[in-house]
T-cell receptor, first 111, second 116 residues
């Protein structure tokens, strides 16, 4: 099955700086790559996603890039704010029903 | 719309006891999922159901059973709980059924289960 690796496991940045989280996947059949944000004690919620026919997608301060050849994708958060502090999960999906998650990155934005 | 509703929110069991986690969605979604979340392990799929009447194993199905009661409801049963099943359990749903197109997951609020 698919194997998704996520780095780093923890990340601290100063408010206003950028944060980058990287993921790699193993199954070349994966064609959908969502990112979820989970605040403490809350449910994961989708923040951005990208499909394999697109190399980059942006939504305000959040962007995701995908390199199919290298089988890696990254989340970029610019101008970080304290409310960005959370655990972020990447995922890869080779079919319409299976989603394989990374182990998560705990992001702390220091005011 | 309530979205995805899970019950209970918290549960403590003794080893060997059984229990059922309930999940219901009111978004008319075809697919429903059960995940467990453990520290440092991310979210791991236990079982999923692509449509009413069908269920499939995920990454970690051992020790669990599921029932897709109807389109709205998908339950997870622990027949004989073990300490290794201490975890946070999330139910999720998505609009798509069987097929190649992926769709976003909507998660429930989670169940914190402790097995002593």
């Amino acid at each position: 099955g698919e194997n998704v690796e996520q780095h780093p496991s923890t990340l601290s940045v100063q408010e206003g700086d950028s944060a980058v989280i990287k993921c790699t996947y193993s199954d070349s059949a994966s064609n959908y790559f969502p990112w979820y944000k989970q605040e403490l004690g809350k449910r994961p919620q989708l923040i951005i996603d990208i499909r394999s026919n697109v190399g980059e997608k942006k939504d305000q301060r959040i962007a995701v890039t995908l390199n199919k050849t290298a089988k890696h994708f990254s989340l970029h958060i610019t101008e970080t704010q304290p409310e960005d502090s959370a655990v972020y999960f990447c995922a890869a999906s080779p079919t319409g029903n299976q989603f394989y998650f990374g182990t998560g990155t705990s992001l702390t934005v220091i005011p | 719309n309530a979205g995805v509703t899970q019950t209970p929110k918290f549960q403590v069991l003794k080893t060997g006891q059984s229990m059922t986690l309930q999940c219901a969605q009111d978004m008319n979604h075809n697919s429903m999922y059960w995940y467990r979340q453990d520290p440092g392990m991310g979210l791991r799929l236990i079982y999923y159901s692509a449509s009413e009447g069908t269920t499939d194993k995920g990454e970690v199905p051992n020790g669990y059973n599921v029932s897709r009661l109807n389109k709205r409801e998908f339950s997870l049963r622990l027949e004989s709980a073990a300490p290794s099943q201490t975890s946070v359990y999330f139910c999720a749903s998505s609009v798509r059924g069987r097929g190649p197109t992926n769709e976003k997951l909507f998660f429930g609020s989670g169940t914190q289960l402790s097995v002593l």
